[in-house]
């Protein structure tokens, strides 16, 4: 079942085209990567999923909850760990389920739980930016720039995690990336984005050895 189906999108800002007629498609349990450099068009995308930026033309469709970890995580760094989780179970005005399943699936959080999210590494914040995205008990989850400002130990443990979700889970996961090494790793699937326009499409591992690919992003051959 596709989950999220965007079809012919354009976006304009004052003129300025970010998006230029993006096609792409997200079917229930997968787990596919959307890379590009900065100034692709990456972030403008998620904001039409979220609905925060109207597109120009085409059609977006979302089945189901979308949730996002946004781009810098976004914590509220005075909360502790167990209120930022809180505030993602919010929805219209009502409170959402305990945090309980959260700890159980991001059991590196438990420790951490009576902290300031803002006292946090930056790859513990990311993990409760996830955690309170999964709050929501959304059907697709978008998280833009999973690797940004990491160290890689740290981005290699939170890919670990999010692996691990989607397995046991089926969590459905766009995973939004400037890291194509990461983005390749983690997804089955990955679109290419450049300039607004999507230039490359398919398997993780095909793509992984093409050479358009390697040469812009992975500076040489992908192992
Ligand atoms: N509010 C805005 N007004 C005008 N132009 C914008 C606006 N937001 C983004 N743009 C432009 O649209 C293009 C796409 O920007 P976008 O933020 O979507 O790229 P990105 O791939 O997310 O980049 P990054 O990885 O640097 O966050 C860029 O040329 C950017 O300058």
Known sequence: MTLVSVSSLTVRYSGATALDDVSLHLDRSEMVALIGANGAGKSTLVKVLSGLVAPASGQVTVNGRLAQVP?????????????????????????????????????????????????????????????????????????????????????????????????????????????ARLALSLCSRAYVLEAGRIVLDGDAPVLARDERLTAAYLGGHYE
């Open 71 to 179: 781009e810098g995580r976004e914590v509220f760094a005075d909360l502790s760990v167990d209120d930022n989780l809180r505030l993602g179970g919010w929805r219209n005005g009502r409170r959402g389920r305990d945090t309980t399943a959260i700890y159980e699936l991001l059991p590196a959080l438990v420790p951490l739980r009576r902290r300031a999210a803002g006292t946090l590494s930056g790859g513990q914040q990311q993990m409760v930016a996830i955690g309170r995205a999964l709050m929501g008990r959304p059907d697709v989850l978008v998280i833009d720039e999973l690797s940004l400002g990491l160290a890689p130990l740290v981005v290699e443990a939170l890919a670990g995690h999010l692996r691990d979700l989607h397995r046991d889970r089926g969590l459905t996961v766009l995973l939004i990336e400037q890291n």
